[in-house]
């Protein structure tokens, strides 16, 4: 990368969007004419790898720091996700579907944002809209992208330009949309399989709330019994979690991807707190909900609800 | 309006394309089966006044504060320009062309920006791509919205989008576009013509150097000769508001849109470093300069260069 040169990046802690959208975006800036090179900013997961292999796709170069590059970010405007040293001045563009976050650029910028599953359905739309074609392996990371956030389509947070991106692309691709998911989620399981104390820090998040703090996981898997035949060693790692933490509880969700729900795991300081909370009764310290596959939208709110939430930490 | 209605508004001191871009952007969002208000929040200019009447739209309502409606801004992203009350909560979109400013919404939302002359191109865009039509009025004030940021498509910041989106606009509506454009700008320069030191404050910046604050205003008319004729009175005005604002000097650029180019205006402390940093040569504290339109991207960043930046205030 010569200093005129544009950088793509993700968030910290990349998953497959982060990765993938870096990717597809800056292979779309690149064929519209201006060369850019995707970044990321940590080691990539089980699920990217396993995406990259299979579309041959070599793993972007790895830095937390920018330097003087020209920045476009994907999926997130938040600093304190973005790379340390980005400055307004570098600022050239976001393409994102969170909250509109706290960075600022110092020029006029590129911004597309909307309220869909996936940032990588935006970069198709972009695509598509601007009439640039992407090559085979782009098209299957941003394919692959879309399944992971959407869990399969099957998440609350799935919108119709969602399905709609992922049937084009799976079509152009000439893969079964279905098949290719199942694929996905089966490879994230199994490859890179960590014990079950970094498995639940994996993905972590920490709510404040006037009851103390809340830890909550999540770990979502194609087969979700491999996971509760070793429920002991979870709630083992939950409680000494809730120790280190001194957190008012701790929530883990195992989240079936084709049995569409999630087995919820509690260990807290007032197990029937959470249970009215999240309308669920607890039986050996779990329950198994129907239908439930994201945290942000069905379980944070209705805990930070009964809690008296405060900040995000 | 109910507590489920949708609002847009632009920026404080609003102008055509805060009024229009409001107007406009509501329109799309009633159109689409989201019933949206647009606001504005102080009394609309000359332009907007000559533009409403001539298009039978009436005066948005007027307010500073946006109760528990959801909000939706155009041509800003600034919380001292937005409504006082706006929470993160609200928030539900952003159409703009200026720099990503400071202000964050709590959840997903849609933000659409690009760097291109005007919010309302971004809007007319917008309305092809979902294949909404907007009516007769609706397009004239988009029309109005375009030519006034470009000043007739000759600023330096009009980019082909503007150009196409206003060719389309006057097509639509059956009109010329030059002779669209002469009409208002000769409204504007007539409409409710000020006293000099009125005229002066209008649209007047300040900014922090090393040497002292700077402030300038820009007035563009249709015929620069009557403010010319007066020069004496803009002169004497300019020395009143450099005693008053303690100011290292006083620009005012009386932009003559026809003729595509500025007289520069000086009242300073050091007008040879006025005359350096601006390349040009001040004869009775005054210099025409050919192809100077835009305050933002042809004179606040030299000047800032040259007597060391500090902050916009």
């Given at each position: 990368m010569d200093s005129e040169s544009t950088v793509v990046v993700g968030h910290t802690r990349p998953d497959a969007d982060s990765v993938c959208s870096a990717i597809a975006f800056a292979a779309l800036k690149s064929a519209e004419g201006t060369p850019t090179t995707p970044l990321i900013q940590g080691p990539i997961n089980a699920e990217s790898e396993y995406l990259l292999e299979r579309f041959e796709v070599s793993v972007p170069e790895e830095r937390r720091t920018v330097g003087d590059y020209d920045v476009i970010l994907v999926d997130h405007s938040e600093r304190d996700q973005?790379?340390?040293?980005?400055?307004p001045d570098q600022l050239r563009g976001i393409v994102d579907h969170h909250r509109i976050g706290d960075l600022q650029s110092s020029r006029p910028a590129f911004y597309f944002a909307d309220?869909?599953?996936?940032?990588a359905t935006l970069i198709h739309e972009l695509a598509e809209r601007r009439e640039v074609s992407l090559d085979r392996s782009t098209r299957g990371l941003m394919l692959g992208a879309i399944l992971s956030d959407t869990m399969l389509l099957a998440s609350?947070?799935?919108?119709d330009r969602d399905r709609d991106a992922s049937a084009a692309l799976a079509e152009s691709l000439a893969v079964d949309r279905e098949d290719f998911g199942q694929k996905q989620f089966e490879a994230k399981s199994t490859v890179g399989s960590l014990p079950p104390s970094e498995a639940l820090k994996g993905d972590l998040k920490v709510y404040d709330t006037s009851h103390g703090a809340v830890a909550i996981g999540q770990i979502e898997v194609a087969d979700s019994e491999a996971i509760l035949t070793e429920k002991g060693a979870y709630i083992e790692a939950m409680e000494q979690l809730q120790d280190e933490g001194d957190y008012h509880g701790v929530v883990l969700l195992v989240t079936d991807i084709p049995a569409k729900g999630s087995h919820v795991l509690v260990v807290s300081t007032d197990d029937s707190a959470y249970e009215s909370a999240l309308d669920i009764t607890l039986s050996d310290r779990s329950q198994f909900v129907d239908g439930l596959l994201s945290r942000k939208k069905q379980v944070v709110p209705p805990l930070l609800e009964a809690f008296g939430s405060s900040k995000l930490t």
């Open positions: 973005a790379p340390e040293d980005l400055s309220v869909v599953g996936c940032t609350p947070t799935t919108t």
